[in-house]
């Protein structure tokens, strides 16, 4: 199970935001990719669980660029939302496309999804939640805010 794990978070059910202290994920490693499908990668991240037999099982894994670009695409819709106010939709149904994020040569793009028909309410109903959230993903920001100007330092 330790194979190939270099960085390891333990105890993560402590923390899981509002899942706290009573999450299913138990541990974060950071290390060689343990599944098949993401061997090309040199690093992946894995989220463990507990088996019904309380053995740590490999519930996830997601290489690292996969979790630089999901860190990417929330942080500009958290800047999206902080002018969202201003349009009557939450959005321009004429110009659903948010920004368009330069990545390896092409783009990642960020757009409201003009295809859910429920859209209008769903958007709002998001909006709420992000706020609702605000505590847990302020503080969050503020540490990886930290980090990333202590990365620029070197």
Known sequence: MNEKVVMVSNGYERIDGRNAYKSGIKRLTLGAPMLEENKKM????????????????LA????????????????????????????????????PL????????DVLSVEVCVDNQNINEDIKAFAQSLNDLGELIGERKRVLNRILEELELY
């Not at 040199?42 to 099982?57: F, P, R, V």
């Not at 948010?98 to 040569?105: I, K, L, S």
């Open 98 to 105: 948010v920004e368009r994020v330069g990545v390896q040569g």
């Open 60 to 95: 996830q894994e997601l290489p690292i660029h996969q979790i630089f670009d999901l860190i990417i695409f929330l942080s500009q819709t958290l800047l999206y939302f902080k002018e969202a106010y201003r349009l009557p939709l939450l959005y321009d149904p004429e110009k």
């Open 42 to 57: 040199q690093i992946a991240a894995q989220i463990w669980k507990n088996d019904i037999d309380g053995e740590l099982i």
